[in-house]
């Protein structure tokens, strides 16, 4: 299983691009990254995943290094609604999302 | 299309009851998965269920168990229950296996306190 290391927390000012970073050095050859969000008191929601390549929807673009130790999830123009705690977590490990990345998007 | 629906949101127990928590899946979606939220351990996964089966299971004692019906539907029960168990519980379901290539879609929640 994959070992996650997120910032704590992370500020944003609205409109501007949030860049979240994740470390998995450990993750396995075939795990996916996954990229989760939970708003307060809300369930986690699904924002993106990929294996080697970048991947890009409507919410977000994701990043991961050739090496595959780490990965930034983009949110091109973060507003005020992008205030959520994010999870990144390898799709091996289904024993704990962790403390995940608190976003604070301010006006 | 209708989203995962957990039932009921709130609840409220006694110290030593026991308690059930049903987990209505998408349409179609054949995996289950439920995980309990604290804040102080955040989200931690205690089992999955797919077909009827359990596929994995985490790290809790035996008075968490759960089950899944022909329909998919889950059903999570506590027994015994303590104060240490007030937590939010999630429900997420997925088309097959979360972990490859697909995307897990979680319901709202039941929160659960214990008195």
């Known amino acids: 299983d994959a070992k996650t290391t997120q910032p704590t927390s992370m500020d944003c000012a609205e409109g501007r691009a949030a860049n979240l970073p994740c470390n998995h050095s450990?993750?396995?050859?075939?795990?996916?990254v996954y990229w989760y969000r939970q708003i307060h008191s809300q369930g986690p929601q699904y924002i993106i995943h990929?294996?080697?390549n970048n991947e890009t929807n409507e919410m977000a673009s994701l990043i991961i290094t050739e090496d595959r130790k780490s990965s930034t999830l983009i949110l091109p123009h973060a507003t005020l609604r992008d205030t959520a705690v994010y999870y990144c977590?390898?799709?091996?490990?289904?024993?704990?999302f962790g403390k995940g990345t608190m976003l604070l998007v301010s006006p | 299309k209708a989203g995962v629906t957990q039932t009921p949101r709130y609840l409220i127990k006694t110290r030593g009851q026991q308690v059930t928590l049903s987990c209505s899946p998408i349409?179609?979606?054949?995996?289950v998965s439920w995980y309990q939220q604290t804040p102080g351990q955040g989200l931690q996964f205690l089992f999955e269920?797919?077909?009827?089966?359990?596929?994995n299971k985490g790290n809790f004692p035996g008075r968490f168990s759960g089950r899944q019906f022909s329909n998919s539907r889950s059903e999570m029960n506590v027994s015994t229950l303590e104060l240490g168990d007030s937590a939010l519980y999630l429900c997420?379901?997925?088309?097959?296996?979360?972990?490859?290539?697909?995307?897990?879609?979680f319901g709202q929640g039941t929160r659960l306190t214990v008195v």
């Open positions: 997420a379901s997925s088309s097959d296996d979360w972990r490859w290539n697909t995307e897990a879609f």
């Open positions: 977590i390898g799709s091996y490990s289904t024993l704990t």
């Open positions: 349409s179609g979606h054949r995996s």
């Open positions: 450990t993750i396995s050859g075939n795990e996916y």
């Open positions: 269920y797919f077909s009827e089966t359990q596929r």
């Open positions: 990929g294996l080697k």
